[in-house]
């Protein structure tokens, strides 16, 4: 009950903030475990996405330094968040995120490791790939767009993308990585032409 209302609190909150327009909602599967993978481009991205998936079953990978601080570790926590450490090669957050997927949840992984400068990604990351083939599930990419830097009022258009199912990844972690990453620029590139 408290998380339900703290995300109603976020969702009126943001809805203020920020002009959100989302497109392709017909691409979230329904039930099962899956990954969401949107590009990074602020640190508000999960909130954007995560709203509209099911609380109770979406969990996010996110850098371990931000469940170290006292202040939101505990909030983070709450909401479905577990740390990864970056660039150390960490199983134990890799086998949560297997066991996470595995058990019917939602993960989101955002590929690049780390927010972008601007609006070109940086190259992804396997991470994302290897849950996937690990588990058997799909992937939905999302590209996150919005022109210059993030700032309250600013337009914010969320664009998920058609489901990329287990089999489509192939057996190659980079192959996969590079269809997940052609998926969302293709979203941003085809936003500059409409």
Same mark, same amino acid.
């Given at each position: 009950m408290k998380l339900? &209302?703290?995300k109603k609190v976020v969702w009126v909150l943001f809805r203020f903030l920020f002009w959100i327009e989302y497109e392709g909602l017909e691409n979230l599967p329904e039930g099962g475990g899956y990954l969401v993978c949107p590009n990074h481009r602020s640190y &508000?991205? %999960? /909130? &954007?996405i995560g709203d509209l998936l099911p609380l109770e079953r979406t969990k996010f990978m996110v !850098? $371990? #330094?931000l469940l170290r601080g006292p202040l939101f570790s505990g909030f983070l926590k709450k909401l479905?968040? &577990?740390g990864v450490d970056r660039g150390k090669g960490d199983l134990a957050a890799v #086998?949560? $995120?297997?066991?996470?997927v595995r058990e019917g949840n939602i993960l989101m992984i955002f590929p690049e490791g780390t927010r972008g400068q601007g609006p070109? =990604? !940086? %190259?992804f990351k396997t991470g994302a790939a290897f849950v996937a083939k690990h588990t058997g599930a799909g992937i939905v990419p999302v590209a996150i767009d919005f022109k210059g830097k993030l700032r309250i009022f600013k337009k914010v258009t969320v664009r998920f993308g058609t489901f990329i199912s287990n089999g489509e990844l192939g057996n190659s972690l980079h192959k996969a990585s590079n269809l997940i990453r052609e998926r969302v620029d293709a =979203? /941003? #590139?085809a936003a500059k032409w409409s």
């Amino acid at each position: 009950m408290k998380l339900t &209302f703290l995300k109603k609190v976020v969702w009126v909150l943001f809805r203020f903030l920020f002009w959100i327009e989302y497109e392709g909602l017909e691409n979230l599967p329904e039930g099962g475990g899956y990954l969401v993978c949107p590009n990074h481009r602020s640190y &508000f991205d %999960p /909130l &954007f996405i995560g709203d509209l998936l099911p609380l109770e079953r979406t969990k996010f990978m996110v !850098k $371990a #330094e931000l469940l170290r601080g006292p202040l939101f570790s505990g909030f983070l926590k709450k909401l479905g968040c &577990f740390g990864v450490d970056r660039g150390k090669g960490d199983l134990a957050a890799v #086998e949560t $995120a297997v066991t996470l997927v595995r058990e019917g949840n939602i993960l989101m992984i955002f590929p690049e490791g780390t927010r972008g400068q601007g609006p070109e =990604m !940086k %190259p992804f990351k396997t991470g994302a790939a290897f849950v996937a083939k690990h588990t058997g599930a799909g992937i939905v990419p999302v590209a996150i767009d919005f022109k210059g830097k993030l700032r309250i009022f600013k337009k914010v258009t969320v664009r998920f993308g058609t489901f990329i199912s287990n089999g489509e990844l192939g057996n190659s972690l980079h192959k996969a990585s590079n269809l997940i990453r052609e998926r969302v620029d293709a =979203m /941003l #590139e085809a936003a500059k032409w409409s």
